[in-house]
């Protein structure tokens, strides 16, 4: 009965999102992208990022060859874009997994232990508020070796008090519920409660504030990339941008080269905010007060 009532919770849930066509043409053009990406090795020859196997002219315009044109070494741009999104995509998604469980864990240990275990979380937790997340991972990325793990590192180590401020309101909801006291009262303890109780209630809303937190981290990568902090060895979209920048591609009029990754940026957090946003209206029972 139990998996039944979930399985028709997770359909009603599905038909309700359907029903949101932002979100769905968000969801459906962001599978596409993710399956483009991986199958980046199987659709595409890598050996065209060689430098030394180029075989264009630098900043050659587009053309039959070269879709999207080359960049300043003579590489196509579309396979450079094509390529980028692997990277760009594997640092929002790991950057975001460490924020979120940084975030999710911080929140409900604030709300649910409460005295002064709550009031040193929270002091945390404004610290890094208060300090400019970008700065802390531009701080971070100077300090650690250059490379994509110290990017998700301090990107995920910078971008969680949001989502901790979020879990922390929810749980203290859920906690203030009449079955959190029946079930403390039965002798149910901290990991009952919150595993039970806490979490299944909390998770519909981090799942929504996750797929937004994927966009802004694909912002924050392209960001350190583009300041120079990523790898240079390896095509990012952000790395794109600043290779093109050096290299004076905007003053020499070779828009091929800029436009392509910043229109993939775009296109990419556009789809992560339409479906979180969609997930958001089905997830947040607050939201379908006010949208009713």
């Known amino acids: 009965m139990a998996r039944r009532r979930r399985r028709a919770s997770a359909a009603a849930m599905w038909r309700e999102f359907a029903a949101n066509r932002g979100g769905l043409f968000g969801l459906c053009l962001l599978a596409l992208i993710v399956l483009l990406a991986l199958l980046a090795p ?19 315009a587009p053309s039959g060859d070269y879709l999207l044109g080359t960049d300043a070494d003579g590489r196509s741009v579309l396979l450079l874009t094509y390529w980028g999104a692997r990277v760009s995509l594997l640092v929002g998604f790991s950057a975001t997994i460490l924020s979120v469980l940084i975030g999710t864990v911080v929140g409900i240990a604030a709300a649910h232990f409460g005295r002064w275990i709550s009031a040193l979380l929270l002091r945390f937790t404004d610290f ?9 991972a531009i701080a971070l990325s100077s300090v650690l070796p250059h490379g994509v793990p110290t990017i ?35 002798g149910g303890g901290h ?7 806490v979490l299944p209630g ?50 020499s009029g070779a828009w091929w080269y800029l ?27 607050r939201l379908k007060e006010v949208r009713s």
């Open 42 to 60: 199987v659709l595409s020859d890598e050996t065209g990022l060689d430098v030394t196997k180029a075989s264009g002219r630098a900043l050659q």
């Open 191 to 197: 990991l009952h409660v919150i595993g039970k109780h």
């Open 128 to 136: 890094f508020l208060v300090l400019p997340s970008l700065v802390l």
């Open 152 to 186: 998700i590192v301090a990107i995920g180590l910078t971008s969680w008090p949001t989502t901790a401020r979020l879990v922390r309101a929810q749980t203290m909801t859920i906690e203030s519920r009449p079955y959190i006291e029946r079930s403390k009262a039965l």
């Open 202 to 251: 909390v998770m519909p809303l981090v799942l929504a504030n996750t797929t937004l937190v994927v966009g802004s981290s694909i912002i924050a990568e392209s960001t350190l990339s583009f300041l120079g902090l990523g790898d240079p060895s390896l095509a990012s979209w952000g790395q794109m941008l600043e290779r093109a920048l050096s290299v004076g591609a905007a003053t």
């Open 259 to 285: 436009l392509p990754p910043g229109l993939a940026i775009v296109v990419v957090v556009l789809c992560f905010t339409l479906v979180g946003r969609a997930l958001e209206t089905v997830l947040d029972p």
